[in-house]
């Protein structure tokens, strides 16, 4: 197991993909230094979100009772819609389905039902 220094470590989250908030490109990024803290907030300015924005997302993330009810519902959609999803293709012959264990993601080999 490798274990890297907090200071390497960078992580990017978005409002559209973790909250299914079409549209609202807006997002979040740790930097584990300041250096590169420093270097992207040169660019940032031309990204900012409105105050409005702003606010709205953090009431939204600040309603913790919430945030739980709405990750275990959307866990258990994603969960049914994968389920669904991986049964009609492999109903398909010639068609595999990979295992996936990350959101709504279809690792589907199309080789044999393609096949010149």
């Known amino acids: 197991m490798k274990f890297y220094a907090l200071s390497t470590f960078v992580t990017c989250s978005s409002f ?12 979040v990024m740790y930097l584990g230094t300041t250096h590169i803290c420093q270097m992207s907030s040169k660019i940032n300015f031309l ?3 409105s105050r409005n924005t702003q606010f709205i997302l953090q009431q939204l993330i600040s309603d913790h009772e919430w945030i739980r009810f709405y ?15 991986k049964l009609a293709l492999e109903m398909i012959e010639g068609i ?12 589907a080999d199309f080789k044999k039902s393609y096949a010149c």
């Open 16 to 27: 559209s993909k973790d909250f299914s908030l079409n549209g609202a490109r807006v997002g």
């Open 71 to 85: 990750i275990a519902l959307n866990r258990q959609r994603l969960t049914q819609r994968y389920t669904q999803v």
């Open 96 to 107: 595999k389905v990979r295992r996936s264990n990350a959101g709504f993601f279809i690792w």
């Open 47 to 49: 990204f900012l979100p």
